[in-house]
C-alpha cells in the first residue's frame, strides 16, 4: 500500500509545526508573535502545498513517460469551493495538522475558514467540473482541466432591504493554490483577414493575418487525488497584452495613455466570470473569452502530442477532449484549422482526427441556454474560422441531403447555420456535428434531448452517438469533508472509510436502519449539523431559530424553472393557515424553517422580484407573535460552495421542484440525500434515478409529469386556465400589502394568472401542498423517518461522481488509470 507519510508526508507534527513556522518567518516575513489566523492559513497552505508539488511532479513526469492517453476537460467553469481542507484529507494528513495547529494556539477549523473560495463558476455546470477533477485524480486517471483564471469569480450577494446587491469578488490577493507560469503562453490571435495562396505544390492554402494578439499566460493548480500520489492539473489561462508590459512604439511615440489602455482591453478577456446560468446572450466579450482560452488549450495539447513525434492520425490514441457543454465548441473548429492551415492535413483526414478526439455534454434542454452567436460577429472577430465552419456545415449538409434526399426541410432544420435575420451560428449543432459522443446528464434529460432539440441528428447519426452519463458528486468533500461526523459513525461502522472510494460500501449500512442505538448517534450528528447552521444564521442574518424544527432548505440557483416562487408562496399557505387555527390547534404544529439560498443573475429582474418576495415574508412571517418558532423564513446571503458544505448537512427536507423537464439533472439533490436528509421534488433530472435508487417511499414526489407538460401549456394559452383556489388565496393575501407594497410582486402573480404560467406553479399547486403536509406526519414519526434516511444513505452509491467518471472513461473517452508505483 501506498504510505504518503514516507515519501512526501511531513515528519510527524513536529515535522508540520516546523514548516508551518519556516513559511512564516521566511516566506510571509513575519514573526510567531504577530502570526494571525489569516497568516497560519497562509502559512499551514504553503506546508501543504510543498507536499502536493512534489507528488504532482512524479505525476505528470509519470504520464509524460509512459505516453498514456489523457483527457482533457474544458471547462469555463470550475467551481472549486476552498482547496486547503480538501488538501489536508486528500493527502490524509489532517489529523497532523490539527494537532500541529493546536500546540500552535489555533483551531484548525478557524483556520480552514480564513480560506476565500475559488468560485470560477455559477452554478452545478461548474460545480460539476470541480468534483469531476477530484474523481480523475482520485481514480488515476491521467487528467488535466482547461479553464480561465477570471479575476473576478461569480459576485458576492448582499442582500440590503431585503433585495439583491452584487459586489465584486476579488479573490486572487494571496493565493497559494497557484502557480504562474510566466514561461508558458501562446499569443492568441483576433480579428485580421484571410488571405488564399497557392503553395509550392500547387495547393491552396488559407493565411489568416492582421488583426490584433492577446497573450495567455498559464496558471496551474494541483489536483490532489484522495488515498493516491496522483495528482492532476487544472491549468487556467490569464490574459495580458502580446509582447510585454508596454507597445514599445506608442510608448516611445509618447502615447503613454493609450498603451496602457491596449494593456487594460488585453487583461479585460479574463477579468470577470459571466453571471448568467442557462441564459445565453451574444455578447462580444464572452466570444472573446471563449476563443481565447480554446485556443490556448488547444495551442498545448498539440504542442504536447508534437513533442511525442507520433504521426497526426495517432492523435485520438493520445487525446481525449471533454467539451463542458458548448462553451468551447469553438475547439472543434480550431483544431480542424490547426491540422488543415497549419498542419497542411488534407480536410478529410484532419476532420476524422477531430471528430473522434471530441466529446459534448449537453447541460440543458431550455431554448433561452442554447448558445448561438451572429454569424457577423463571428466573421468579424474570427474570420477564418467561420469560414472553416461554413464547410463543415456543407460538406455535413451534403451527406444529409444524400442520406435523406426527400426530406428537404431537414436541411433548414439541421443547418449549423440558422437562417434568420441575423443569422447566426447554432453551438450545440457544430458540437454535434464535431464530437463522436454526445451525452446528458440524467436519464430523462438524456432522453429528452433524443426526442426534442436533436431528434433530427439521432435520424443522422443513429442512436448510438447519443448516450447518457447520470452526473454525480464527489463523497469525498460532500460526505467526509462536509459532515465529518456522520463520515465516522460510517466508517467507525463499516470497519474502515473504503466507502469514500468505493461508494456502494455504503449499502451495508442498511443493516442498521432499525438499530436503536446506531439511530440515536445518527441523530444526534444530525442536530449538532442544525445546531452549525442555526448559529451561522443567528451570526449572519441575525435570526433565531430552532434548531429541532424541521429544516426546509432550497438552496440553488434561482430561476423561475428552478420555482423558488412555488416555495415562498407555499410558505405563506401555510403561514395563512396558522393564523387561521385557534390557538390550542396551532400549538399542535411542527415548528419549521424555511430556509432559501442563492443568486440571481445581475439581469434577470424576475429571479430578483422572487428574492425580494422571500425576504419579504421573512421580514412579517419572523416577528409574528402568533408564530413564534412554528414558522421561520430565511433567507441566507451569498450561498456558495463553502456555504453549502455547512448546510446540506443540516437539511431535514430540501427542495428540488423544477417544472418537470427543466432541470437536466440537478446535484443538489445528491448532496442532500448523501448527508441523511430527504428530499421533496418533481420527476425531474436525477430525482427519478434517486427514487429508482432509494426506493419511493424514501422521497416525496409530486406534480406533473414532464410528457404532460406540453398539453397543459396548451391549455393555458388555448383552453381555459383556472388558478388553483389555494394559490389565488396566497396572491390575494399579496395584494392586500400583507408582505409590502403589492405592486412589488405583481408581475409574479401575473406570470401565472396572466401570461400562461409557463412554469405550471398553479397546475402543481396542490400536489405540493400535500406532499409537505405528508413530510410534516413523517417527521413526526422520528423512528421511521431517521430509518428513511440511513435507507437513503446506504443506496446511494450510484451517485458518486466515481461512478460517472469511471462511465465516462470506458464509454467516451477509451483511457485507463495509471497508478503511481510505490515509490
Ligand atoms: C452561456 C452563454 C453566455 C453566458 C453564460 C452561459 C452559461 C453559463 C452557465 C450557460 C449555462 C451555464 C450553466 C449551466 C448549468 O449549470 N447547468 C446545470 O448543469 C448541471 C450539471 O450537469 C445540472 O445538474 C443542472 O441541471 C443544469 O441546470
Redesign the pocket.
Known amino acids: 500500500a501506498w504510505k504518503r507519510a514516507q515519501t512526501t508526508g511531513f515528519r510527524g507534527t513536529e515535522g508540520f509545526e516546523k514548516e508551518f513556522v519556516r513559511h512564516v518567518e521566511t516566506t510571509l516575513g513575519r514573526s510567531m508573535f504577530n502570526c494571525d489566523e489569516n497568516a497560519a492559513y497562509s502559512a499551514t497552505s504553503l506546508a501543504f502545498r510543498d507536499r502536493l508539488i512534489l507528488d504532482w511532479n512524479r505525476t505528470q513526469q509519470r504520464q509524460t513517460y509512459i505516453d498514456s492517453k489523457r483527457v482533457y476537460y474544458l471547462s469555463l467553469?470550475f467551481l472549486m469551493g476552498r482547496a486547503l481542507d480538501n488538501a489536508m484529507l486528500n493527502i490524509g494528513l489532517k489529523d497532523t495538522a490539527k494537532v500541529g495547529l493546536a500546540d500552535l494556539g489555533f483551531r484548525i477549523e478557524d483556520i480552514i475558514q480564513q480560506e476565500h473560495d475559488a468560485a470560477l463558476g455559477?452554478?452545478?455546470?461548474?460545480r460539476?467540473a470541480a468534483c469531476f477533477l477530484d474523481s480523475l485524480a482520485s481514480l488515476d486517471f491521467p487528467a488535466w482541466g482547461y479553464g480561465l483564471r477570471y479575476r473576478y469569480g461569480i459576485f458576492k450577494q448582499e442582500i440590503i432591504d431585503g433585495y439583491q446587491m452584487e459586489v465584486p469578488d476579488y479573490w486572487l490577493d494571496f493565493n497559494p493554490w497557484e502557480f504562474p507560469r510566466h514561461d508558458v503562453t501562446v499569443d492568441i490571435q483576433f480579428y485580421g483577414q484571410v488571405r488564399k495562396q497557392t503553395d509550392d505544390t500547387g495547393k491552396t492554402v488559407s493565411v489568416w493575418e492582421g488583426g490584433e494578439l492577446v497573450e495567455a499566460v498559464a496558471y496551474d493548480v494541483p489536483i490532489p487525488g484522495y488515498d493516491t500520489p496522483t495528482t492532476n492539473n487544472l491549468r487556467l489561462w490569464s490574459s495580458k497584452a502580446s509582447g510585454g508590459e508596454f507597445d514599445f512604439q506608442k510608448f516611445n511615440n509618447g502615447d503613454y495613455e493609450s498603451s496602457v489602455a491596449d494593456q487594460q482591453r488585453a487583461e479585460t478577456i479574463s477579468a470577470v466570470l459571466?453571471p448568467?446560468?442557462?441564459?445565453?446572450?451574444g455578447k462580444e466579450l464572452?466570444l472573446k473569452q471563449q476563443y481565447f482560452w480554446v485556443a490556448a488549450s488547444l495551442y498545448d495539447i498539440v504542442r504536447r502530442f508534437k513533442k511525442s513525434k507520433r504521426p497526426w492520425s495517432e492523435f485520438p490514441d493520445q487525446v481525449a477532449i471533454q467539451l463542458n457543454?458548448t462553451?468551447p465548441t469553438l475547439a472543434i473548429v480550431e483544431l480542424q484549422r490547426i491540422l488543415v492551415d497549419i498542419e497542411g492535413l488534407a480536410w478529410d483526414q484532419a476532420w476524422e482526427i477531430v471528430t473522434s478526439t471530441f466529446g459534448y455534454t449537453n447541460?440543458?434542454v431550455l431554448p433561452e441556454?442554447l448558445?448561438k452567436w451572429p454569424v457577423g460577429l463571428v466573421q468579424h472577430l474570427l474570420p477564418r474560422h467561420l469560414q472553416i465552419i461554413y464547410d463543415i456545415n456543407l460538406f455535413f449538409l451534403q451527406a444529409v441531403e444524400k442520406a435523406f434526399p426527400d426530406d428537404r426541410d431537414m436541411l433548414r432544420r439541421v443547418s449549423i447555420i440558422e437562417e434568420s435575420q441575423p443569422k447566426m451560428v447554432r453551438m450545440a449543432f457544430l458540437a454535434i456535428v464535431g464530437s463522436h459522443k454526445v451525452n446528458g446528464?440524467a436519464e430523462l434529460h438524456s432522453d429528452l434531448i433524443k426526442t426534442t432539440i436533436f431528434k433530427d441528428f439521432v435520424e443522422i447519426y443513429g442512436p448510438d452517438k447519443f448516450t447518457n452519463v447520470t452526473?454525480g458528486i464527489t463523497p469525498r468533500r460532500w460526505l467526509h469533508q462536509a459532515n465529518p461526523r456522520l463520515s465516522e459513525l460510517i466508517s467507525s461502522r463499516l470497519g474502515g472509510n473504503g466507502f469514500l472510494k468505493d461508494l456502494n460500501g455504503l449499502n451495508k449500512l442498511e443493516l442498521l436502519a432499525d438499530d436503536k442505538e446506531f439511530r440515536k448517534e445518527w441523530s444526534e450528528i444530525k442536530y449538532a449539523n442544525k445546531v452549525r447552521l442555526a448559529k451561522h444564521i443567528k451570526d449572519t442574518m441575525g435570526v433565531t431559530v430552532n434548531p429541532a424544527s424541521l429544516f426546509d432548505v432550497q438552496v440553488k440557483r434561482i430561476h423561475e424553472y428552478k420555482r423558488q416562487q412555488l416555495n415562498i408562496f407555499g410558505v405563506i399557505h401555510r403561514y395563512l393557515a396558522l393564523k387561521a387555527m385557534k390557538p390550542e390547534e396551532r400549538k399542535k404544529q411542527l415548528p419549521r424553517v424555511s430556509i432559501f439560498g442563492g443568486k440571481a443573475a445581475p439581469g434577470y429582474w424576475m429571479a430578483k422580484q422572487i428574492i425580494h418576495l422571500i425576504n419579504a415574508v421573512g421580514a412579517v412571517v419572523n416577528k409574528d407573535g402568533d408564530i413564534g418558532d412554528l414558522l421561520k423564513v430565511v433567507f441566507l446571503e451569498d450561498y456558495n460552495v463553502s456555504k453549502a458544505e455547512i448546510i446540506c448537512p443540516a437539511s431535514d427536507i430540501s427542495e428540488h421542484i423544477s417544472t418537470a423537464g427543466t432541470?437536466?439533472?440537478?446535484?443538489s439533490n445528491m448532496k442532500f440525500v448523501l448527508n441523511g436528509g430527504l428530499i421533496i421534488g418533481t420527476c425531474d433530472?436525477a430525482n427519478i434515478e434517486i427514487t429508482r435508487e432509494i426506493g419511493d417511499n424514501n422521497i416525496f414526489l409530486f406534480g406533473n409529469l414532464a410528457e404532460d407538460v406540453e398539453d397543459l401549456r396548451h391549455t393555458h394559452t388555448y383552453g381555459s386556465h383556472t388558478i388553483d383556489p389555494d394559490l389565488d388565496k396566497v396572491f390575494k393575501e399579496i395584494e392586500k400589502g400583507t408582505f409590502g407594497t403589492p405592486h412589488d410582486f405583481s408581475a409574479m402573480i401575473a406570470a401565472v394568472r396572466d401570461h400562461g404560467d409557463y412554469y405550471l406553479v398553479s397546475d402543481d399547486f396542490h400536489s405540493y401542498i400535500e406532499t409537505h403536509k405528508l413530510v410534516d406526519e413523517a417527521y413526526r414519526n422520528q423512528d421511521d423517518w431517521v430509518s428513511k434516511c440511513i435507507i437513503s444513505v446506504a443506496r446511494m452509491g450510484f451517485f458518486s461522481s466515481d461512478r460517472c467518471i469511471n462511465e465516462y472513461a470506458e464509454s467516451i473517452w477509451n483511457i485507463e488509470p495509471l497508478a503511481m508505483k510505490d515509490c
Open positions: 467553469e455559477n452554478g452545478g455546470l461548474g460539476l459571466y448568467n446560468d442557462n441564459l445565453e446572450r464572452r457543454d462553451h447541460h440543458t441556454a448558445e446528464v452526473n432541470e437536466a439533472s440537478g446535484t433530472g
